[in-house]
């Protein structure tokens, strides 16, 4: 009964964090697990004084096209490597779910 009761009170605490955020649907959570996996790294300021590597993803990139967010992803740029070897194309459109979830006002 204690166990359950813990579970409970941590589910509740982390809960509140999540308060603000739309819930996502099993697409978008696969897409923002395969962003963590493999994006997360350059897309994101691992420390707050820490450079970030690449810009910040979010539904407004390549003004928030789906064409040409997936065409970005799976063949890269001079500086980013393409994921299409890396990547499904079922994967690389779950991965451009998630970041139309991305609030572009995010650090």
């Known amino acids: 009964m204690k166990r359950s009761a813990m ?3 941590v589910g509740m ?8 955020q739309p819930a ?3 697409r978008e959570l696969q897409g923002m697990r395969l962003f963590n996996q493999s ?3 350059c897309h994101t300021k691992p ?3 820490s450079p970030q590597y690449a810009p910040v993803l979010s539904r407004v990139s390549l003004g928030g096209n789906d064409g040409a967010l997936r065409a970005f992803i799976a063949n890269g740029s001079a500086k980013m490597p393409g994921f299409k070897y890396h990547f499904k194309p079922d994967e690389i459109d779950a991965l451009v ?5 991305l609030d572009p006002a995010r650090e």
């Open 24 to 26: 996502l649907n099993e």
């Open 7 to 9: 579970f409970f009170v």
């Open 47 to 49: 420390q707050m004084t």
């Open 39 to 41: 994006c997360r790294v």
């Open 13 to 20: 605490f982390f809960s509140q964090f999540a308060a603000g």
């Open 97 to 101: 779910a998630y970041i139309k979830t």
